[in-house]
């Protein structure tokens, strides 16, 4: 990360760069998901929230179908043409972060967009491979940014999906809706219910008594990919064999009965999504009640969850988790986001939040050796053109 405020680090570059203001700011935020890890591909329930950290673009319209930028955390300069991008495909993809922005400009070309080009320059504070996405939040940058520059009205949900569409057929990550979703339609001061299959936001507002810290392991595991993919086809592979479409539609009684055909992974990976989605559904009800206690008993089952079922968490998280259950104040905790590494979050008591940060982190820095970091979050809007 290249400033503390990296509003103003993009404004001041681009200022030294091309010796004129911007003429638009963007910014789209990362997330955290409260609950509902792992579903949104199977067509269930998610509740994540957008996140203060987030990915700033500033520009102005260039002559053209040229796209100029800087990236100020990568101390790097980017370059496509328009047409070319368009032309060519995914199949011109290639690696690192310009390649983000490249398959946005595709898929909202794809899509039947006509886009300008611009210059600009980008940085954000989404810490990269956290789990707090940091792609999702450089993809709906660059949308809005194409948005701003070419006149496209901005309709969250279309732009979320086609921001999608860029990471699986450009990037060649093959990820679910939410996070994408999120940073493109949050609203301040609430988390959202999403269903994964109508794509229908709710926003369920934040206990105003109750904080959530985000808890980094400072661990990064670079088999994400292949772990995630693999989940998703098994979870396919037990749909398939229930005679449905996806897990969503399956209840806790039909697997009770349909558990012996399965085996023994099978069951476990189920088994988390179809409870996972009863957990999601219920916590945006106890949550807009403010029922925090109740809220964190969910998380605390998710995390059990997504550990024992979806084996998806890590010793590192494992390690997080417990050290902030053991803290006073503190209501649930929980892995956020893919696992194996990254975030894990504790919603708390606000009055204990400072504390619990402070003394989770050493807890866990004396069992693990690993570096954490902490912060306290609040729900923020999502992707947007910033006037000033
Ligand atoms: C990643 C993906 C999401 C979702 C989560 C797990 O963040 O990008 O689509 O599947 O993992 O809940």
């Known amino acids: 990360m290249s400033d503390a405020d990296p509003r103003h680090a993009v404004k001041t570059a681009f200022t030294e760069r091309y010796g004129t203001a911007p003429t638009h700011l963007v910014r789209a935020p990362g997330r955290v998901n409260l609950i509902g890890e792992h579903t949104d591909y199977n067509d269930g329930f998610v509740l994540p929230m957008a996140i203060g950290r987030a990915v700033w673009i500033a520009l102005k319209p260039a002559e053209g179908a040229i796209v100029r930028i800087h990236s100020n955390d990568f101390d790097a300069d980017g370059e496509f043409d328009l047409e070319q991008v368009r032309t060519s495909g995914p199949a011109s993809a290639g690696e690192g972060w310009l390649e983000y922005l490249k398959g946005t400009a595709w898929a909202l070309m794809d899509a039947g967009h006509k886009l300008r080009g611009w210059e600009g320059v980008v940085g954000g504070?989404?810490?990269?491979?956290?789990?707090?996405?940091?792609?999702?939040?450089l993809e709906m940058a660059t949308a809005r940014a194409f948005a701003e520059v070419s006149g496209l009205s901005w309709d969250p949900t279309a732009m979320a999906k086609l921001g999608q569409r860029a990471e699986n057929a450009w990037v060649g990550v093959n990820c679910g809706i939410m996070d994408q979703m999120i940073s493109?339609?949050?609203?301040?001061?609430?988390?959202?219910?999403?269903?994964?299959?109508?794509?229908?936001?709710?926003?369920?507002?934040?206990?105003?008594?109750?904080?959530?810290?985000?808890?980094?392991?400072?661990?990064r595991r670079g088999l994400v990919d292949s772990a995630y993919n693999e989940r998703r086809n098994q979870c396919q592979a037990v749909a398939e064999h229930l005679g449905?479409?996806?897990?969503?539609?399956?209840?806790?009684?039909?697997?009770?009965?349909a558990a012996s055909q399965l085996d023994g992974t099978a069951l476990r990976r189920a088994r988390h999504v179809v409870t996972e989605n009863q957990r999601t559904v219920e916590a945006a009800s106890v949550l807009a009640t403010g029922n925090t206690r109740r809220m964190g008993?969910?998380?605390?089952?998710?995390?059990?969850?997504?550990?024992?079922?979806?084996?998806?968490?890590?010793?590192?998280?494992?390690?997080?988790?417990?050290?902030?259950?053991?803290?006073?104040?503190?209501?649930?905790?929980?892995?956020?986001?893919?696992?194996?590494?990254?975030?894990?979050?504790?919603?708390?008591?606000?009055?204990?939040?400072?504390?619990?940060?402070?003394?989770?982190?050493?807890?866990?820095?004396?069992?693990?050796?690993?570096?954490?970091?902490?912060?306290?979050?609040?729900?923020?809007?999502?992707?947007?053109?910033?006037?000033?």
């Open 184 to 219: 493109a339609s949050g609203r301040a001061g609430h988390a959202m219910l999403l269903d994964c299959r109508n794509l229908a936001p709710e926003h369920v507002r934040m206990p105003t008594d109750a904080s959530l810290v985000v808890l980094d392991t400072g661990t």
């Open 297 to 388: 008993e969910l998380m605390d089952a998710s995390h059990i969850s997504l550990r024992e079922d979806f084996e998806v968490s890590s010793d590192a998280l494992d390690s997080m988790v417990t050290s902030a259950r053991r803290q006073p104040g503190c209501f649930g905790a929980r892995m956020t986001g893919a696992g194996f590494g990254g975030c894990a979050i504790a919603l708390v008591d606000a009055d204990a939040a400072e504390s619990l940060a402070r003394d989770t982190c050493a807890g866990y820095r004396h069992e693990t050796g690993n570096e954490p970091t902490a912060y306290i979050c609040v729900a923020t809007a999502g992707a947007a053109a910033v006037t000033d």
């Open 244 to 257: 449905v479409t996806a897990l969503r539609e399956v209840t806790a009684t039909a697997l009770i009965v």
């Open 125 to 137: 504070d989404v810490p990269i491979g956290a789990g707090l996405s940091s792609s999702a939040a």
